[in-house]
């Protein structure tokens, strides 16, 4: 998981420093992920790694609803992109349907009952997420090269 958000990096950087930030914070939750996932007993207890990870989970699930999506659908409008805002029209409610679930699962250890079941689950959803919002990162951002190569 951490090499592909690496990989993200490295096509998309530079592209918007908001997206850099988000970027950087994934990579943050991925080591976060990578960590609490070498130690399961981490997840019988509330520890300060789990509540960590779990602040790192809701604020980059928080940033990509409150800023990126908008961000990237607000520059697909700019630029009359109709294939991304297709493209937004069809992920979004899939990305709608992981983040309920992520953040039912930072409930559950806000409650003490996170389970490594529900973490590992938890695994798969992240890199489903990281993929969808890869797809839109990267439609936003061929838009901006097509834009720059006939403005040029």
């Known amino acids: 998981m951490l090499e592909s958000c690496q990989n993200a990096q490295e096509r998309w950087g530079g592209v918007h420093k908001l997206i850099d930030r988000w970027l950087l914070e994934r990579n943050k939750l ?3 992920y990578d960590a609490l996932g070498e130690k399961p007993e981490a ?6 790694q789990l509540q960590e990870f779990c602040g ?15 961000q990237l659908t607000g520059e697909a409008k700019a630029f009359n992109d109709q294939r991304g805002l297709e493209l937004a029209d069809t992920l979004y ?8 679930k992520l953040l039912a699962f930072n409930d ?4 003490g009952k996170c389970v490594a079941e529900k973490f590992k689950e938890l695994g798969g959803l992240l890199h489903e997420r990281f993929e969808l ?11 901006h090269k097509h834009q720059d190569a006939v403005q040029a």
């Open 56 to 70: 790192t989970l809701v604020d980059y699930v928080s940033a990509g609803h409150f800023e990126i999506y908008e």
């Open 43 to 48: 997840l019988s207890e509330t520890t300060k």
């Open 93 to 100: 409610p899939r990305i709608d349907v992981i983040t309920e």
């Open 108 to 111: 559950l250890c806000d409650e």
């Open 133 to 143: 919002e890869d797809c839109l990162i990267e439609v936003l951002h061929n838009a």
């Open 30 to 32: 991925i080591k976060d």
